[in-house]
């Protein structure tokens, strides 16, 4: 049984994003210089999974290859290919799995 790696990333903002994987995943966390909006941008490989507490205002961006995202308290997945944004509608835990080999992009939705 693998134990999951739990990486908590807090930036001066009010978001907090928890990640939970199954290996440990190098995050790189950046601030848009034009805004100070705080990003994690991170890769996924095929059928890997990010399970994330949403925060109300997240946003989550698909930058390459395909993801499916499913958010607690919705009645729909959504699938996300190259270039495709989503917000989640609902507050609660979200599931990322990666379809193909995906960069996936996490910031505050302002």
């Known amino acids: ?6 990486i908590c990333i807090c ?3 009010p978001a907090c994003v928890i990640l939970r994987a199954s290996r440990t995943i190098v ?7 034009m805004s ?3 990003r994690i941008e991170l890769v996924l ?17 698909c ?13 729909q997945d959504h699938i996300l290919a190259a ?13 990322i799995e990666a379809i193909d080999e995906s960069c996936v992009d996490i910031e505050e939705n302002r």
């Open 1 to 6: 049984m693998v134990t999951p790696t739990v």
């Open 11 to 13: 930036t001066a903002a």
């Open 27 to 33: 995050i790189g966390v950046e601030m848009n210089l």
């Open 36 to 38: 100070t909006t705080p």
């Open 45 to 61: 490989h095929p059928r890997e999974v990010l399970n994330l507490d949403n925060n109300p205002q997240m946003a989550i961006e």
């Open 63 to 75: 930058k390459n290859g395909v993801i499916w995202v499913t958010c607690a308290g919705e009645h």
């Open 83 to 95: 270039g495709r944004r989503y917000v989640p509608k609902t507050k609660g835990s979200i599931v």
